[in-house]
């Protein structure tokens, strides 16, 4: 797979290195000659391009085999006209995009002066200016009825992407390899010469042919993978009257695993551009998304489920996407200079010499705003010339420091900037989250990765706070998912967020230690409890309140991490002893019919159903949880509950939490058959007693056969 597409590229680029040393005569001789192949090559497509409908038509039969059939033959097809139009690109024939001005200026200025060249008489100029006039004309038509045909090729293209198929999404790539965007721009080297020997000097020698990514093509793979409509994936019909919910969940249309597999394996992770270009198209998308909904307020139920299923596949596709950690890897990597190729680009960026001699982010400018570097430059050059003339009392060396700092100054391509990638990256995911319809699952998969992908690599990670708060706020297992960046935010971006440890406190329940999160969930109130030092005591207590109240109902791990955990917070609040050393308080007298001389139950100041930690009173409370632990049947845990709260900080060390979290009933009972393997010399505690005598005492035949302990001698 991998080598079918790097073929596709080579072939790609060498095909766009021979169009540029062909000359524009070659090229109008060749019009006139090649009307024939194009007439060949207009009847080829139009086969190709109609021979779908067969191919539509046989794939609604059920057979298994014949589908297979059918669709191997469609992929063929669509390579096949994937190599058509890019052949012709490659001679210039088919031109989706049109170049820039500089570009077409320098084309012009090469044919005029190769006509004035060969040209000997006035007569011979104005017949081969005509002969150009009428060429020109007839490629334009030419071209025009090429750009409609390669529209509908992906149109078709799009569908089969759709529908699943990898070949078509293979094919895909290969057409975003081979339609590059050329522009013209100005190089250092151009730059170096303008210095030397003047600015027209430079302008002539110093430019360059530049290819890069064509977005609507990025944009349009996007879309395919945005909105499947395949077999198993999606359904679009909205008259058919199901009312089994079952069907109705299989039948979303949510891309395949193995399409996003393969794409990133043969297309995401390989290229750095491709990466970046991939982020800017899912925010249009995004963007587009939201507008809609924005815009159709008369959309039903089922509309806004699909709209946020999109959303959740672009979500997918973004967190296949792995930024680069370091600048250094933005740098091209086994670059060819001859083919003008890297192993990390799919196009070769400008100025990729001196990407590497930058120093900060600060100095990057916009790559797409290179085309008046000339004009600026001369701005730059004029300010100099005032700058001498107004300073010559400043000493020389001052100048020559100005100088080289402008020198520095470099403009890199957004493709090759860490400050661009984040960027769209950040951008991307906000314009995800604004849409109002995403469904629970696709919440929870942000939540799940924004810790580690999307917050380190974010511009400015303050704007999520308003996102995790308000998932914070939801309750349940969305809540758990936001605390860990929630922290994140609140830890390394200085966020100030008051009601993070009340909802924290409100999070505890018995359900916790049953959920699916729940060892992420013990980890991050570990960190959040542990890591601060300047937690006050009633919210110390009441925590601890909280967890021994619920290790009450939770099974053996649970209960041992409790243990450690508020064992670690009263030697480190010491100021809290006093919930644990409590003998007095408010006493509930018993009835009158009872002992008078009993002594009367104590009162709990605690109220578990306070949502508030600071009014739960826990300070004012007792943990005698841990006298009911004591009796625990788990023989660990009721050995820890008898020392918890009554260890020396100074001379014992903390527990390590990491070592309880692992603990499940499997790796308990495995603890213990080991321990009882190691004493296999100790005896085995039993109910049993040794009997005395065969019979009871009670027994009627008790005593009959009693011997005596010495034998007697006969």
């Known amino acids: 797979m991998k080598k079918q597409l790097s073929k596709t590229i080579d072939n790609s680029k060498k095909q766009s290195s021979s169009l540029s040393s062909s000359s524009s005569s070659t090229t109008t001789t060749s019009a006139s000659s090649s009307s024939s192949s194009a007439s060949q090559t207009a009847a080829l497509i139009k086969k190709l391009l109609l021979s779908t409908n067969v191919a539509v038509s046989e794939t609604e039969t059920k057979t298994e ?10 992929a063929a097809r669509l390579d096949e006209l994937r190599r058509i139009f890019s052949k012709l690109q490659s001679t210039s024939e088919l031109i989706l995009v049109n170049t820039n001005t500089k570009n077409k200026n320098v084309n012009v200025n090469v044919t005029t002066s190769s006509s004035t060249t060969t040209s000997t008489t006035t007569s011979t100029t104005t017949s081969t200016t005509t002969s150009t006039t009428q060429a020109t004309a007839v490629q334009q038509k030419w071209n025009m009825w090429l750009k409609k045909q390669h529209s ?20 895909f790539m290969g057409v975003i390899a081979s339609s590059p965007i050329i522009d013209i721009h100005e190089c250092e080297h151009g730059r170096e010469h303008g210095r030397e ?12 042919q530049v290819e890069r990514m064509n977005p609507a093509l990025v944009q349009k793979l996007v879309f395919a993978l945005m909105q499947p409509n395949g077999r198993d994936n999606g359904v679009y019909n909205d008259d058919d009257d199901n009312d089994d919910d079952t069907d109705d969940d299989n039948y979303e249309p949510i891309v395949a695993e193995y399409m996003l597999e393969m794409l990133d394996v043969e297309f995401l992770s390989k ?56 600048r250094s890897e933005l740098n091209p990597v086994d670059l060819k200079e001859a083919d003008g190729t890297c192993s990390n680009y799919l196009f070769l960026p400008p100025n990729y010499y001196v990407c590497a001699d930058a120093e900060s982010d600060d100095e990057e400018e916009n790559f797409d705003d290179s085309d008046e570097s000339s004009d600026s430059e001369e701005e730059e050059e004029e300010e100099k010339e005032k700058g001498s003339e107004s300073n010559n009392n400043h000493k020389d060396g001052t100048n020559v420091k100005s100088t080289n700092k402008k020198k520095a100054k470099v403009k890199i391509p957004p493709m090759q900037s860490m400050s661009q990638h984040r960027s769209a990256l950040q951008e991307a995911t906000l314009a995800i989250l604004k849409i109002p319809t995403l469904p629970p699952r696709c919440l929870k998969l942000i939540l799940q990765h ?45 966020l100030e967020y008051k009601k993070f440890y009340p909802s924290l406190y409100n999070l505890i329940e018995p359900k916790i230690f049953y959920v699916k999160y729940r060892t992420r969930f013990f980890k991050l109130l ?42 670690n917070l009263l030697r480190k609040h010491e100021e809290c ?26 009162v709990d100041a605690y109220d578990v159903e306070e949502k508030d930690p600071a009014k739960s009173k826990a300070i004012e409370s007792s943990l ?39 603990h499940t009933y499997k790796s308990l009972f495995e603890q213990e058959r080991k321990r009882a393997g190691n004493k296999r010399k100790s005896k085995v505690p039993l109910t049993f007693h040794e009997p005395k005598s065969l019979f009871t005492e009670n027994d009627v035949f008790d005593g009959i056969f009693d011997f005596p302990n010495k034998k007697q001698k006969v």
Request: with cysteine.
């Open 152 to 171: 509908i090729f992906l149109s078709q293209l799009i569908k089969a992407v759709q529908s699943g198929r990898k070949s078509s999404l293979r094919t």
């Open 271 to 326: 290229y750095r551009d491709v990466q970046y270009y991939i982020l800017t198209s899912i925010k249009l998308l995004a963007q587009q998304l939201y507008g809609q909904k924005q815009t159709d307020d008369k959309r039903n139920k089922d509309g806004d489920t699909k709209v946020g299923i999109y959303a959740e596949n672009l979500v997918r596709i973004l967190l296949k996407i792995e930024l680069a950690v370091d």
């Open 65 to 74: 085999t014949v589908t297979a059939i059918t669709e191997h033959n469609d």
């Open 197 to 208: 020997h003047g600015r027209e000097h430079g302008r002539k020698h110093g430019r360059e």
């Open 577 to 602: 002893a006093c919930i644990i050393h409590r003998t007095g308080g408010a006493v509930k007298k018993k009835n009158n019919n009872e002992n008078k001389g009993g002594i009367g139950e104590m």
């Open 450 to 494: 924004l810790p580690s992908k999307i917050l380190p690599n974010a511009t400015n990670p303050l704007r999520f706070a308003d996102f995790c708060t308000r998932a914070y706020d939801m309750g349940g297992v969305t809540s758990l998912l936001a605390l860990n960046s929630l922290f994140v935010l609140m830890t390394q971006c200085g």
């Open 526 to 567: 570990s960190k959040c409890l542990t890591a601060n030092q300047m937690l006050p005591a009633y919210l110390v207590a009441a925590f601890c309140k909280k967890l021994c109240r619920c290790a009450l109902s939770a099974p053996p791990s649970g209960a041992l991490f409790v243990l450690a955990l508020v064992s």
């Open 624 to 662: 005698w949880e841990l006298n009911a632990l004591e009796r625990h049947y788990h023989p660990a845990v009721s050995s820890m509950a008898k020392g918890c709260g009554m260890e020396d900080g100074s001379k014992m060390l903390m527990h390590n939490l990491d070592e309880f979290l692992l």
